[in-house]
C-alpha cells in the first residue's frame, strides 16, 4: 500500500503512527473485547477515555483550571450561533471579518443581535489581516470575535486585537495545536478537529468559567447551551465517543513529540520551504501579504487557470492530492497541518520545480 501525500484543508492528513494505533485496537479496546465505537458512552472505560484526552490537551496548551474543555457535536458552524446564545447580554457583538467563516459567522450572529464590524479585509479578497490598532470597540459589546486562521484565504493573526476585559473570541479550526497559545487571552476558543486533530464530528470548545452561565438567550435549545454540556462532563447525550479517542491519540503524539514548541518549529520549517520557494518561482506565486502568511494553509496561482488545472491534474498523478484552491480564489491550495510531513512539503515543491522547468 502506498500512501498519498494528503494537502486537503479538511477532513485533512492525520499522524500515520496514530493511524496504525486505531487500526490495531480496532477489535479490541484495553482486553474490553469491544470496538470504542461498540462501546457505551456511560462506561467507565469510555469515561476514562475522554478524561484522559481532556487532561492530555490541558497540558499541551498549559490550560488554567478556571478555563473547561468541552468535546462536543455540530462542527465549527454550530459554534457561530451557540457563542451569541450564550455569551450575547447586550445583544451586541464586535467582529473582524477576514474570510468566509468569519463572515458566516457575522450573518449567523445577526440572527440573535447587532453584529457590528469592526475591521475588514474584504476590500482585497481577504488576502491580509487588517491593522489592529486603532479598531473601535463598542462600548456594549458583550464581546470580540476573530477566526484567528483563515483556511481559504490563507492568512493568520500573528498578533491579537487588544480587546481589554471583554472576552475575546476565536475560531481557531484550522491552526488548533500547530503553536503554542495563550489561553487566557481569550475568553472563549473553538476548533473543529478535522483539519488539524482528529476526524470530523468533533468540535473541541475551551471556555472560560465565567462564561458558563444559565443566563442565555430565551429559546436557546438544552442542547447549544454550554452549562448543560459541561454539567455532564460533555456527555449529556451521546458525545462523538470514536472522534474523541482519535484526538485523545493525537494528542498524546503531540506529547511525545515534544509538546506545542517542538510542533511549531516543524509548521514554520514546512512553511519556509513552501514559501521560499513560491517568493523565488517566476510561475507560482502566493496570494497573502507576507506578514500575515498562515504556516497551515498556503495558496498559490500561476496567474494562468489552464495552467492552474494541468498542475492540478499533473499533481495528482504524482501522488500529491487535494491540492486544487477553493473557487473564491482559484488556482492551489496547500494545507500542511501538523501530520503533514516535512518530506511531503519537500517533495511537492521538486515537483512543483520540475512543472515550472517543463511548462516555461
Excluded at 72 to 85: E, R
Aim: proline share 4%; net charge neutral; aromatic share 10%.
Amino acid at each position: 500500500m502506498k500512501r498519498v501525500y494528503n494537502f486537503s484543508a479538511g477532513p485533512a492528513v492525520l499522524p500515520e503512527e496514530v493511524l496504525r494505533e486505531a487500526a490495531e485496537e480496532m477489535l479490541d479496546y484495553q482486553g474490553t473485547g469491544m470496538s470504542v465505537m461498540e462501546m457505551s458512552h456511560r462506561s467507565k472505560t469510555i469515561e476514562g477515555m475522554m478524561n484522559e484526552a481532556a487532561q492530555d490537551l490541558r497540558e499541551l496548551l498549559n490550560i488554567p483550571e478556571h478555563y473547561k474543555i468541552l468535546f462536543l457535536q455540530g462542527g465549527a458552524s454550530q459554534q457561530f450561533a451557540m457563542i451569541p446564545m450564550n455569551l450575547m447580554k447586550n445583544r451586541v457583538a464586535d467582529h473582524l471579518n477576514t474570510g468566509q467563516w468569519a463572515k458566516k459567522a457575522i450573518s449567523e450572529g445577526k440572527l440573535y443581535g447587532k453584529i457590528n464590524v469592526i475591521a475588514s479585509s474584504e476590500d482585497q479578497n481577504y488576502s491580509y489581516i487588517p491593522d489592529l490598532k486603532d479598531l473601535k470597540f463598542s462600548e456594549d459589546a458583550d464581546y470580540v470575535y476573530i477566526c484567528h486562521n483563515n483556511t481559504i484565504f490563507g492568512t493568520k493573526f500573528n498578533k491579537l486585537p487588544d480587546v481589554g476585559d471583554k472576552p475575546l473570541i476565536a475560531d481557531m479550526s484550522s491552526n488548533f495545536l500547530s503553536e503554542p497559545i495563550d489561553v487566557t487571552k481569550y475568553g472563549l476558543i473553538f476548533a473543529g478537529a478535522q483539519k488539524n486533530v482528529g476526524p470530523a464530528g468533533v468540535v473541541i470548545v475551551i471556555i472560560r468559567e465565567d462564561l458558563i452561565t444559565e443566563d442565555v438567550l430565551p429559546g436557546t435549545p438544552t442542547m447549544l447551551k454550554y452549562k448543560v454540556h459541561f454539567d455532564n462532563n460533555s456527555a449529556y447525550n451521546t458525545p462523538p465517543v470514536y472522534g474523541i479517542y482519535i484526538c485523545g491519540k493525537v494528542f498524546k503524539w503531540l506529547k511525545k513529540l515534544g509538546g506545542l514548541e517542538a510542533m511549531k518549529k516543524i509548521n514554520e520549517e514546512k512553511a519556509a520551504i513552501l514559501y521560499d520557494y513560491l517568493d523565488a518561482s517566476d510561475m507560482f506565486k502566493g496570494t497573502v501579504v507576507k506578514k500575515d502568511r498562515s504556516l497551515m494553509n498556503v495558496p498559490f496561482v500561476t496567474g494562468s487557470e489552464e495552467l492552474d488545472a494541468k498542475f492540478i491534474k499533473e499533481a495528482k498523478a504524482a501522488g500529491f492530492e487535494n491540492l486544487k484552491g477553493y473557487r473564491t480564489v482559484g488556482g492551489m491550495r496547500a494545507s500542511i497541518y501538523n501530520a503533514m510531513p516535512i518530506q511531503g512539503v519537500k517533495d511537492l515543491v521538486e515537483f512543483m520545480k520540475k512543472f515550472e522547468a517543463e511548462n516555461k
